[in-house]
């Protein structure tokens, strides 16, 4: 791994714990963690305080590529699977990302879809 690579996730990191001391998810409103590596795009709702992941969504089994239509769509589902645990308000978390491209796009399609952040 070169070194402006190491950098690029070492500074990811960084921005991660920044973010997460300031989110934090409960049962009442639970954590909207997202990742997103070079091929694929990942969505769960976490209860912060039990530690359980409610619900997961990727693009793994879908066969697309990680793109922002392919985020869009895992938004959706998201929010359709929230809906059905009776799931509403969560607080998001991009995940030392910025908000942008595919994560601003899998966070417009989940708020379209009736979540509230």
Known sequence: MSQSTK???????????RVRLKVKGSPERPRLSVYRSLKHIYAQIIDDVSGRTLISVSSLGM???????????????????????????????????????RIKALADSAREGGLVF
Not at 67 to 73: I, L, P
């Open 63 to 101: 066969g697309a590529q990680g793109n922002v239509k392919t985020a869009s769509e895992i938004g959706k589902k998201l929010a359709e699977n929230a809906k059905s645990a009776k799931l509403d308000r969560v607080v998001f978390d991009r995940g030392g990302c910025l908000y942008h491209g």
């Open 7 to 17: 950098d690029k996730v070492l500074g990811r990191r960084r921005r991660h714990k």
